[in-house]
Protein backbone atom coordinates (compact mmCIF):
# COMPACT_ATOMS: atom_id res chain seq x y z
CA UNK A 1 0.00 0.00 0.00
CA UNK A 2 1.21 3.18 -1.27
CA UNK A 3 1.64 6.18 1.56
CA UNK A 4 0.55 9.94 0.64
CA UNK A 5 3.48 11.34 2.94
CA UNK A 6 6.05 8.79 0.52
CA UNK A 7 6.60 11.40 -2.03
CA UNK A 8 7.14 14.06 0.44
CA UNK A 9 9.37 12.87 2.07
CA UNK A 10 11.57 11.37 -0.71
CA UNK A 11 11.84 15.11 -2.21
CA UNK A 12 12.78 16.68 1.25
CA UNK A 13 15.50 13.64 1.32
CA UNK A 14 16.93 14.29 -2.34
CA UNK A 15 17.18 17.88 -1.69
CA UNK A 16 19.84 16.42 1.26
CA UNK A 17 17.35 18.03 4.52
CA UNK A 18 16.79 15.60 7.58
CA UNK A 19 12.65 15.12 8.39
CA UNK A 20 11.17 14.81 11.90
CA UNK A 21 8.45 11.90 11.08
CA UNK A 22 6.05 12.48 13.91
CA UNK A 23 2.62 10.06 14.21
CA UNK A 24 1.13 7.85 16.88
CA UNK A 25 1.80 4.37 17.44
CA UNK A 26 1.23 1.43 14.50
CA UNK A 27 0.30 3.95 11.36
CA UNK A 28 3.77 3.03 9.88
CA UNK A 29 6.41 4.89 10.52
CA UNK A 30 8.71 2.07 10.91
CA UNK A 31 7.14 0.55 7.37
CA UNK A 32 7.71 3.84 5.61
CA UNK A 33 10.87 5.06 6.11
CA UNK A 34 12.54 0.82 6.04
CA UNK A 35 12.40 1.55 2.39
CA UNK A 36 15.38 3.72 2.40
CA UNK A 37 18.98 2.43 2.94
CA UNK A 38 20.79 3.71 5.92
CA UNK A 39 23.68 3.66 7.08
CA UNK A 40 22.97 3.67 10.47
CA UNK A 41 19.75 2.81 12.63
CA UNK A 42 19.44 3.58 16.17
CA UNK A 43 16.10 1.84 18.02
CA UNK A 44 15.32 3.81 20.91
CA UNK A 45 12.70 1.35 21.95
CA UNK A 46 15.05 -1.30 23.04
CA UNK A 47 15.98 -0.55 26.43
CA UNK A 48 20.13 -1.69 26.17
CA UNK A 49 20.34 0.68 22.99
CA UNK A 50 18.19 3.77 25.20
CA UNK A 51 20.33 3.14 28.22
CA UNK A 52 23.55 3.32 25.97
CA UNK A 53 22.45 7.00 24.63
CA UNK A 54 20.86 7.77 27.70
CA UNK A 55 24.58 7.65 29.25
CA UNK A 56 26.90 9.05 26.79
CA UNK A 57 24.85 11.33 24.01
CA UNK A 58 27.74 11.94 22.01
CA UNK A 59 28.69 8.44 21.15
CA UNK A 60 26.43 9.00 18.39
CA UNK A 61 28.82 11.62 17.40
CA UNK A 62 31.47 9.48 17.20
CA UNK A 63 29.41 7.18 15.71
CA UNK A 64 28.13 9.03 12.24
CA UNK A 65 31.73 10.92 11.94
CA UNK A 66 33.53 7.17 11.45
CA UNK A 67 30.88 6.26 9.27
CA UNK A 68 31.12 9.54 7.33
CA UNK A 69 35.12 9.10 7.07
CA UNK A 70 34.40 5.45 5.81
CA UNK A 71 31.92 5.68 3.59
CA UNK A 72 33.30 9.21 2.14
CA UNK A 73 29.30 10.72 1.82
CA UNK A 74 27.11 11.82 3.90
CA UNK A 75 25.77 8.64 5.74
CA UNK A 76 22.10 8.50 6.36
CA UNK A 77 20.93 8.04 9.50
CA UNK A 78 17.60 7.00 11.16
CA UNK A 79 16.53 7.09 14.77
CA UNK A 80 13.70 5.31 15.79
CA UNK A 81 11.10 7.00 18.67
CA UNK A 82 13.79 9.98 18.89
CA UNK A 83 12.28 11.37 21.96
CA UNK A 84 13.12 8.63 24.64
CA UNK A 85 15.90 10.10 24.60
CA UNK A 86 15.54 14.06 24.35
CA UNK A 87 19.28 14.50 24.55
CA UNK A 88 20.29 13.15 21.62
CA UNK A 89 19.17 16.42 20.04
CA UNK A 90 21.94 18.18 20.47
CA UNK A 91 23.98 15.96 19.57
CA UNK A 92 21.97 15.55 15.69
CA UNK A 93 22.27 19.15 15.25
CA UNK A 94 26.10 19.23 15.96
CA UNK A 95 26.11 16.84 13.23
CA UNK A 96 23.86 18.63 11.03
CA UNK A 97 25.24 21.98 11.47
CA UNK A 98 28.85 20.26 10.49
CA UNK A 99 26.99 18.44 7.53
CA UNK A 100 28.34 15.10 8.77
CA UNK A 101 24.85 13.14 8.47
CA UNK A 102 21.14 13.28 7.02
CA UNK A 103 18.49 12.42 9.29
CA UNK A 104 15.03 10.80 9.92
CA UNK A 105 13.85 10.71 13.33
CA UNK A 106 10.70 9.47 13.95
CA UNK A 107 8.98 9.86 17.13
CA UNK A 108 5.14 8.96 18.99
CA UNK A 109 5.22 11.16 21.26
CA UNK A 110 5.87 15.12 20.76
CA UNK A 111 5.60 15.85 24.81
CA UNK A 112 9.26 15.59 25.37
CA UNK A 113 10.68 17.35 22.85
CA UNK A 114 7.93 20.34 23.47
CA UNK A 115 7.53 20.46 26.85
CA UNK A 116 11.12 20.18 28.13
CA UNK A 117 12.94 23.49 28.30
CA UNK A 118 16.42 21.96 27.81
CA UNK A 119 15.37 19.98 24.79
CA UNK A 120 17.18 21.05 21.02
CA UNK A 121 13.84 20.76 18.57
CA UNK A 122 16.46 21.36 16.12
CA UNK A 123 15.06 24.86 14.38
CA UNK A 124 15.50 25.34 10.74
CA UNK A 125 17.41 22.17 10.53
CA UNK A 126 14.96 19.54 10.07
CA UNK A 127 11.59 19.72 8.35
CA UNK A 128 8.70 17.86 10.37
CA UNK A 129 6.44 15.57 8.67
CA UNK A 130 3.68 13.88 10.04
CA UNK A 131 1.99 10.08 9.28
CA UNK A 132 -1.24 9.81 10.20
CA UNK A 133 -3.72 6.48 9.80
CA UNK A 134 -4.43 5.63 6.26
CA UNK A 135 -6.85 8.30 4.52
CA UNK A 136 -9.55 8.09 2.42
CA UNK A 137 -6.99 8.73 -1.04
CA UNK A 138 -4.60 5.59 0.22
CA UNK A 139 -7.55 3.13 0.90
CA UNK A 140 -8.10 0.94 -1.49
CA UNK A 141 -11.12 0.45 -4.03
CA UNK A 142 -13.93 -0.27 -3.77
CA UNK A 143 -14.30 1.55 -0.82
CA UNK A 144 -15.68 -0.40 2.38
CA UNK A 145 -18.81 0.21 4.13
CA UNK A 146 -18.45 3.76 5.47
CA UNK A 147 -19.68 1.79 8.74
CA UNK A 148 -16.19 -0.05 8.82
CA UNK A 149 -13.96 3.26 9.04
CA UNK A 150 -16.45 4.42 11.61
CA UNK A 151 -16.42 1.43 13.93
CA UNK A 152 -12.92 0.51 13.53
CA UNK A 153 -11.00 3.43 12.27
CA UNK A 154 -7.65 2.97 9.97
CA UNK A 155 -4.86 2.42 11.63
CA UNK A 156 -3.30 0.40 8.71
CA UNK A 157 -2.95 -3.16 10.58
CA UNK A 158 -6.88 -2.88 11.53
CA UNK A 159 -7.83 -1.56 7.86
CA UNK A 160 -6.01 -4.74 6.52
CA UNK A 161 -7.47 -7.15 9.04
CA UNK A 162 -10.53 -9.06 7.78
CA UNK A 163 -11.25 -10.82 10.32
CA UNK A 164 -13.55 -8.73 12.83
CA UNK A 165 -12.16 -10.39 16.60
CA UNK A 166 -8.57 -9.64 15.35
CA UNK A 167 -9.66 -6.13 14.92
CA UNK A 168 -11.38 -5.73 18.08
CA UNK A 169 -8.81 -7.41 20.13
CA UNK A 170 -5.68 -5.10 18.46
CA UNK A 171 -7.98 -2.00 18.97
CA UNK A 172 -8.33 -3.07 23.17
CA UNK A 173 -4.42 -3.82 23.02
CA UNK A 174 -3.69 -0.38 21.62
CA UNK A 175 -5.59 1.54 23.99
CA UNK A 176 -4.09 -0.27 26.79
CA UNK A 177 -0.34 0.21 25.13
CA UNK A 178 -1.26 4.12 25.21
CA UNK A 179 -2.26 4.02 28.68
CA UNK A 180 0.94 1.76 29.96
CA UNK A 181 3.68 2.92 27.74
CA UNK A 182 2.80 6.58 26.83
CA UNK A 183 1.26 7.23 30.23
CA UNK A 184 2.21 5.49 33.28
CA UNK A 185 5.93 4.78 31.81
CA UNK A 186 6.43 8.71 31.38
CA UNK A 187 4.87 9.10 34.60
CA UNK A 188 2.36 11.75 32.74
CA UNK A 189 -0.25 11.29 35.52
CA UNK A 190 -0.22 10.49 39.14
CA UNK A 191 -3.43 9.21 39.88
CA UNK A 192 -3.80 6.94 36.80
CA UNK A 193 -7.47 5.78 37.79
CA UNK A 194 -8.46 9.37 37.21
CA UNK A 195 -6.79 9.39 33.73
CA UNK A 196 -8.53 6.21 32.98
CA UNK A 197 -11.96 7.79 33.87
CA UNK A 198 -11.38 11.28 31.91
CA UNK A 199 -9.71 8.70 29.16
CA UNK A 200 -13.44 7.17 28.61
CA UNK A 201 -14.95 10.49 29.18
CA UNK A 202 -12.69 12.31 26.45
CA UNK A 203 -13.52 9.20 23.93
CA UNK A 204 -17.10 9.87 24.51
CA UNK A 205 -17.17 13.55 24.10
CA UNK A 206 -14.79 13.50 21.01
CA UNK A 207 -16.00 15.78 18.48
CA UNK A 208 -18.00 18.18 21.30
CA UNK A 209 -16.95 21.10 22.24
CA UNK A 210 -15.27 20.76 25.10
CA UNK A 211 -16.91 21.70 28.88
CA UNK A 212 -14.10 21.55 31.09
CA UNK A 213 -16.20 22.24 34.23
CA UNK A 214 -18.36 19.70 33.05
CA UNK A 215 -15.94 16.72 32.83
CA UNK A 216 -14.25 18.26 35.71
CA UNK A 217 -17.44 17.12 37.78
CA UNK A 218 -17.66 14.12 36.17
CA UNK A 219 -14.44 12.97 37.30
CA UNK A 220 -13.82 14.68 40.56
CA UNK A 221 -10.36 16.31 39.63
CA UNK A 222 -10.02 20.07 38.93
CA UNK A 223 -10.60 21.88 35.65
CA UNK A 224 -6.80 22.73 35.72
CA UNK A 225 -6.19 19.22 35.68
CA UNK A 226 -8.72 18.01 32.60
CA UNK A 227 -7.05 20.61 30.98
CA UNK A 228 -3.62 19.12 31.58
CA UNK A 229 -5.07 15.66 30.61
CA UNK A 230 -6.08 17.50 27.36
CA UNK A 231 -2.56 18.80 26.49
CA UNK A 232 -1.20 14.96 27.76
CA UNK A 233 -3.65 13.60 24.73
CA UNK A 234 -2.36 16.35 22.34
CA UNK A 235 1.05 16.11 23.26
CA UNK A 236 0.87 12.17 23.11
CA UNK A 237 -0.86 12.64 19.48
CA UNK A 238 -3.95 10.72 20.79
CA UNK A 239 -6.24 13.59 20.14
CA UNK A 240 -6.27 16.22 17.68
CA UNK A 241 -7.22 20.23 18.59
CA UNK A 242 -9.82 22.06 16.45
CA UNK A 243 -9.59 25.72 17.20
CA UNK A 244 -13.16 27.46 16.28
CA UNK A 245 -12.84 30.17 13.32
CA UNK A 246 -13.67 33.53 15.14
CA UNK A 247 -13.17 36.21 12.24
CA UNK A 248 -16.38 38.03 11.76
CA UNK A 249 -17.44 41.56 10.87
CA UNK A 250 -20.80 40.93 11.75
CA UNK A 251 -20.79 38.24 14.68
CA UNK A 252 -19.87 39.31 18.39
CA UNK A 253 -20.57 36.02 19.67
CA UNK A 254 -18.81 33.49 18.05
CA UNK A 255 -17.83 30.04 20.17
CA UNK A 256 -14.10 30.25 21.13
CA UNK A 257 -13.82 27.07 23.13
CA UNK A 258 -12.09 24.19 21.19
CA UNK A 259 -12.91 20.73 20.33
CA UNK A 260 -10.91 17.53 20.38
CA UNK A 261 -11.24 14.44 18.34
CA UNK A 262 -9.45 11.10 19.42
CA UNK A 263 -7.32 10.57 16.03
CA UNK A 264 -8.63 7.22 15.08
CA UNK A 265 -12.11 6.33 15.19
CA UNK A 266 -11.83 2.71 16.36
CA UNK A 267 -9.57 3.53 19.26
CA UNK A 268 -12.18 6.41 20.03
CA UNK A 269 -14.89 3.52 20.17
CA UNK A 270 -12.70 1.04 22.61
CA UNK A 271 -11.56 4.08 24.42
CA UNK A 272 -15.10 4.84 25.18
CA UNK A 273 -16.25 1.21 26.20
CA UNK A 274 -18.70 1.15 23.42
CA UNK A 275 -19.46 -2.46 21.04
CA UNK A 276 -18.99 -2.84 18.10
CA UNK A 277 -22.32 -2.47 16.73
CA UNK A 278 -23.67 0.92 17.75
CA UNK A 279 -27.58 2.56 17.56
CA UNK A 280 -28.16 4.39 13.95
CA UNK A 281 -28.77 7.86 15.89
CA UNK A 282 -24.92 7.57 17.21
CA UNK A 283 -23.30 6.95 13.63
CA UNK A 284 -23.95 10.66 12.33
CA UNK A 285 -22.05 11.84 15.31
CA UNK A 286 -19.04 9.54 14.54
CA UNK A 287 -19.86 10.45 10.55
CA UNK A 288 -18.93 14.21 11.53
CA UNK A 289 -15.68 12.82 12.85
CA UNK A 290 -14.72 10.90 10.22
CA UNK A 291 -14.87 13.91 7.57
CA UNK A 292 -13.18 16.25 10.14
CA UNK A 293 -9.93 13.48 10.53
CA UNK A 294 -9.89 13.49 6.72
CA UNK A 295 -9.52 16.85 6.52
CA UNK A 296 -7.21 17.11 9.49
CA UNK A 297 -5.39 14.51 7.16
CA UNK A 298 -5.60 16.15 3.86
CA UNK A 299 -4.68 19.79 4.87
CA UNK A 300 -1.24 17.93 6.41
CA UNK A 301 -0.01 16.52 3.24
CA UNK A 302 -0.61 19.72 0.93
CA UNK A 303 2.83 22.11 0.19
CA UNK A 304 0.24 25.11 0.78
CA UNK A 305 -0.34 25.91 4.45
CA UNK A 306 -4.45 24.98 5.46
CA UNK A 307 -6.14 25.01 8.69
CA UNK A 308 -9.18 22.99 9.98
CA UNK A 309 -11.56 24.73 12.27
CA UNK A 310 -15.77 24.71 13.00
CA UNK A 311 -17.75 27.98 13.05
CA UNK A 312 -20.82 28.16 15.73
CA UNK A 313 -22.14 31.31 17.24
CA UNK A 314 -24.25 31.54 20.36
CA UNK A 315 -27.34 31.66 18.66
CA UNK A 316 -27.06 28.05 17.31
CA UNK A 317 -25.62 29.16 14.21
CA UNK A 318 -23.36 26.02 13.39
CA UNK A 319 -21.05 24.98 10.40
CA UNK A 320 -19.43 21.86 11.21
CA UNK A 321 -16.22 21.82 9.50
CA UNK A 322 -14.18 25.03 7.74
CA UNK A 323 -10.99 24.85 5.76
CA UNK A 324 -9.15 28.10 5.66
CA UNK A 325 -6.05 28.73 2.91
CA UNK A 326 -5.01 32.34 2.73
CA UNK A 327 -8.06 34.41 2.56
CA UNK A 328 -10.26 31.24 0.97
CA UNK A 329 -12.70 29.11 2.89
CA UNK A 330 -14.54 26.07 2.40
CA UNK A 331 -16.83 25.65 4.73
CA UNK A 332 -18.49 21.80 5.05
CA UNK A 333 -21.72 20.06 6.48
CA UNK A 334 -21.98 16.99 7.43
CA UNK A 335 -25.16 14.91 7.64
CA UNK A 336 -25.88 11.08 7.79
CA UNK A 337 -28.46 10.62 5.28
CA UNK A 338 -28.61 9.58 1.52
CA UNK A 339 -31.42 11.92 0.96
CA UNK A 340 -30.06 15.87 1.74
CA UNK A 341 -32.40 18.81 1.44
CA UNK A 342 -32.04 22.47 1.42
CA UNK A 343 -32.62 22.53 4.77
CA UNK A 344 -29.57 20.90 5.32
CA UNK A 345 -27.65 23.61 3.85
CA UNK A 346 -29.40 26.64 5.58
CA UNK A 347 -26.08 27.50 7.66
CA UNK A 348 -23.93 27.00 4.80
CA UNK A 349 -26.16 29.37 3.18
CA UNK A 350 -25.48 31.99 5.75
CA UNK A 351 -21.90 31.63 5.77
CA UNK A 352 -21.73 31.70 2.26
CA UNK A 353 -23.45 35.33 2.11
CA UNK A 354 -21.35 36.68 5.45
CA UNK A 355 -18.17 35.52 4.12
CA UNK A 356 -16.67 36.56 0.72
CA UNK A 357 -13.62 34.92 1.01
CA UNK A 358 -16.14 31.06 0.91
CA UNK A 359 -17.59 30.96 -2.63
CA UNK A 360 -18.06 27.56 -2.50
CA UNK A 361 -19.67 24.83 0.36
CA UNK A 362 -20.35 21.41 0.40
CA UNK A 363 -22.74 18.79 2.17
CA UNK A 364 -20.90 15.72 2.54
CA UNK A 365 -23.56 13.17 2.72
CA UNK A 366 -24.41 9.30 1.67
CA UNK A 367 -25.46 10.42 -1.69
CA UNK A 368 -25.16 8.59 -5.14
CA UNK A 369 -24.42 11.26 -7.16
CA UNK A 370 -23.41 15.18 -6.41
CA UNK A 371 -26.52 17.28 -6.07
CA UNK A 372 -26.84 21.08 -6.08
CA UNK A 373 -29.33 22.57 -2.83
CA UNK A 374 -28.83 26.00 -2.98
CA UNK A 375 -26.02 28.54 -4.98
CA UNK A 376 -22.51 27.45 -4.01
CA UNK A 377 -23.83 24.47 -2.13
CA UNK A 378 -23.40 21.15 -3.67
CA UNK A 379 -24.02 17.59 -1.46
CA UNK A 380 -21.81 15.37 -2.53
CA UNK A 381 -20.86 11.78 -1.49
CA UNK A 382 -17.78 11.10 0.87
CA UNK A 383 -16.02 8.84 -1.50
CA UNK A 384 -15.84 12.04 -3.69
CA UNK A 385 -14.57 14.41 -0.33
CA UNK A 386 -10.83 13.97 -1.26
CA UNK A 387 -11.40 14.56 -5.23
CA UNK A 388 -12.92 18.22 -4.37
CA UNK A 389 -10.45 19.11 -2.12
CA UNK A 390 -7.41 18.28 -4.45
CA UNK A 391 -9.59 20.45 -7.13
CA UNK A 392 -10.11 23.15 -4.47
Known amino acids: MDRSLEKKLSRILKRGKSVLLLGPRQTGKTTLIGQYKADLEV ?3 ISKIRRQYEADPDQLIREVQALEKKAGKLPLVVIDEVQKVPALMDAIQYLVDKQLGQ ?9 KLRHNKNVNLLPGR ?8 INLGEASLPYPLIENFLLYGSLPAIYLESDPQIREEELDSYVDLYLEDEVRSEALVRDIGAFENFLKLAAIESGHIV ?3 KISQDIGVARTTISAYYQILEDCLIAERIEPYTTSKTRKRLTKSPKYILFDLGLRRLAAKEPCTLPEKYLG ?3 EQFVGLELIRWSRLQD ?4 VHFWRDASGLEVDWLLSRDQDLLPIEVKWTKTPSRRDAKHLEVFLNEYPGATQAYVVCQVSQPQI ?3 GVEAISWKDL ?4 NHW
Open 304 to 307: AKST
Open 386 to 389: ISRL
Open 285 to 287: ALF
Open 126 to 133: VIQLYLDP
Open 103 to 111: FILTGSSAR
Open 43 to 45: TLL
Open 211 to 213: NFD
Open 373 to 375: LLK
